[in-house]
């Protein structure tokens, strides 16, 4: 940007110092008397900032602390392709109408007067930008513009593989990939979307075109995915990546509590444990990120310590939402609407009074309670995704250039579901997980498959009546497990045909009313209970041989662990279903999973109350075999 007379910029401090009203619109000042004493210190402490600094910058985007806004944010849409669990309900959140939505055009000439101001850096967001179906030519159009230099974008990259090699052509230079785990299935917990392998290809193709580094922001969770810190950093030996690590914030409707934040000196203790000789490099002046780099490692790891240690006093952001309203402060619930005033005709000059009034009010910092409202995908929209069933990609596969396979699994969530992703980021089962609102009170809902083909018997809610045969159920005399001398042996099954088995059990935890609803409101201590609990039944089932001693390994084909809370009982139901071809049965499977479900239940909630029942362990349904069908009606 040229550089202006240092005159004609204070003659723009003084006509941007008139006092405006929570709109923007200006308010004419008294003609007796000296300005507000507000006013007047806010003049004073530009004049003195202008005076200091060589190099002039724009009045207009200076604010009272001397903070030079030379970065814009531009919400391209509201919506969001994905349900991620930190950012916003299941369900959505209410879109504004279209009519109310900045146009291409509106975007642009907003774009072009903070270019001329002095902005140097824009990125595009939303919402998820790339489903906005003229991304391409926005970004065609801003590089159009003299002085811009950087076109950054921030996206959940299902659509990026596809878009990239356009948007680079168009003149996209900066990405941000979100991502919050490299597990496929908590993957699909997290956005309860399927989209993982899109992700991963969205990296590989970012990193193929010559991004360097390509950044890709994970937000840390308590109980959710922090085990995963030291897999995300040894992507970074081989790839030139920028894993930043964001502290988990707060914004209206996302459930947070200070027990999800994982501090970014908690997981520096981290990765330091397993790499000592980290070392920090030098920050760049207006920048968020404290950089780490480990020596001989191609890549590189930032933090956001948006939580713990903010970096207002640096801060040269500002952002126009979709709806065209000016926020000068992530945080912060004030926003001028441009759209209006841009829409009534204002003028270029009438337009910067208004956005140097709104940048003048701007505050040292953030306040602690004044998280954003009403606009989640705004505050953290650092992962969107799409439903779709991922398709096989040999090519990207067989390289596995992310090398997922060697990637180390702890005892840890990460661990449990270690066993999906062999196959590197082609997982074709997913794990399903969802919130749902019951009758008339929030009520939690959690189930997993292993096998998108599952059997609707499997979803039927778990059942309290008696037992009674459904098919023909020929009599024993004698134990199975047993020899002729009552000895403990194991039923031989080499000669029994292989069939098409089904097992479905269930089990019930009495959990009482103060841990129930900790567990509804998803605020224990040690994480969530029903997705721990879930993945626990998932495992279980796969080790039932090694619990059970008698028990014949099974290759199951399909596990899936549903549970739903009971609000009239305080009780978690569960229920379970395994299914495998074989000589032998799963009902051993269906009933290990659900029992060590409720048992991983009462050990989430143990440090509540001491006073849990877990019962009602018992087989719904069985299928397949030659005794027959089983069927508790």
């Known amino acids: 940007m040229a550089a202006r007379p240092v005159s004609r910029m204070l003659q723009r401090v003084l006509r941007s110092s008139v006092r405006s009203c929570s709109s923007g619109a200006p308010v004419t000042q008294h003609h007796h008397g000296e300005p507000s004493r507000t006013a007047a210190e806010g003049l004073s402490r530009r004049r003195q900032f202008l005076r200091e600094h060589g190099a002039p910058f724009s009045a207009f985007l200076t604010d009272s602390f001397g903070r030079q806004h030379s970065y814009l944010r531009i919400s391209l849409t509201e919506k969001c392709n994905l349900r991620c669990q930190y950012c916003m309900p299941e369900e959505g959140v209410p879109l504004t109408p279209k009519a109310d939505l900045l146009t291409t055009e509106e975007i642009l000439t907003l774009a072009r007067l903070f270019v001329k101001e002095g902005v140097d850096k824009i990125r595009l967001t939303g919402g998820e930008p790339l489903i906005r179906p003229d991304v391409v030519d926005i970004v065609a159009q801003l590089h159009q513009l003299e002085g811009l230099r950087t076109i950054g974008i921030t996206t959940n990259g299902i659509n990026l593989a596809r878009l990239l090699p356009q948007l680079q052509k168009a003149g996209l230079s900066a990405i941000n990939i979100s991502l919050d785990t490299l597990v496929p299935a908590k993957f699909e917990f997290i956005v309860r979307r399927k989209g993982f392998h899109k992700v991963m290809e969205g990296i590989y193709k970012a990193i193929e075109l010559g991004y360097s580094p390509v950044k890709v922001n994970c937000v840390v969770m308590r109980g959710l995915n922090e085990d995963e810190l030291l897999d995300f950093v040894a992507l970074t030996e081989g790839l030139p990546l920028d894993v930043r690590f964001i502290e988990y914030m707060p914004f209206d409707g996302n459930r947070w509590n200070f027990k999800k934040l994982v501090s970014y000196k908690e997981m520096l203790d981290t990765l330091r444990q397993r790499w000592p000789e980290l070392e920090k490099l030098p920050e760049e002046e207006s920048s968020t990120a404290k950089t780490f780099k480990i020596p001989g490692f191609r890549g590189q790891l930032s933090f956001i310590t948006s939580m713990s240690e903010h970096f207002c006093g640096t801060c040269n952001r500002l952002r126009i939402t979709a709806d065209g309203n000016l926020k000068v402060c992530l945080f912060g619930n004030s926003e001028v609407s441009l759209r209006d005033h841009l829409r009534a005709g204002a003028s270029e000059e009438e337009l910067l009074r208004i956005v140097g009034a709104a940048v003048g009010r701007k505050k040292r910092q953030h306040a602690g309670k004044e998280w954003a409202q009403g606009r989640p995908g705004w505050l953290l929209k650092l992962l969107l995704m799409l439903q779709d069933s991922p398709p096989a990609i040999p090519s990207i596969s067989s390289q596995d250039p992310f090398q997922i396979q060697g990637i180390r699994h702890r005892v840890s969530f990460s661990n449990q579901m270690g066993t999906l992703w062999k196959g590197g980021w082609l997982l074709r089962t997913p794990v399903l997980a969802q919130w749902r609102l019951g009758s008339g009170c929030p009520q939690r809902h959690c189930s997993s498959h292993l096998d998108s083909n599952a059997n609707p018997k499997c ?57 129930f609803r900790l567990v509804r409101e998803n605020q224990l201590k040690k994480g969530d209970a029903l997705v721990v609990a879930q993945l626990a039944g998932v495992q279980a089932a796969k080790l039932t041989s090694q619990l059970i001693p008698l028990c014949h390994h099974v290759a199951l084909s399909h596990v899936h662990v549903r549970l739903e809370l009971d609000s009239t009982r305080h009780a978690v139901g569960i229920q379970a279903s395994c299914r495998a071809r074989g000589p032998t049965g ?18 989430m909630c143990k440090g509540v109350s001491r006073d849990i029942v877990l019962g009602e362990i018992k087989l719904l349904s069985k299928t397949g075999g030659q005794r027959g069908d089983f069927q508790r009606t």
């Open 459 to 515: 979803l039927s809610s778990v059942s309290q009546a008696p037992a009674t045969p459904s098919g023909p159920l020929p009599p024993s005399d004698q134990l199975t497990h047993v020899d002729t001398e009552g000895r403990a042996a194991m039923v031989d099954v080499g000669r029994k045909p292989d069939t098409e088995r089904v097992a479905v059990a269930s089990a019930v935890v009495l959990l009482g009313p103060v841990a």
């Open 586 to 603: 799963v009902e051993m499977e269906a009933l290990t999973a659900a029992a060590v479900a409720a048992l991983t239940v009462y050990d």
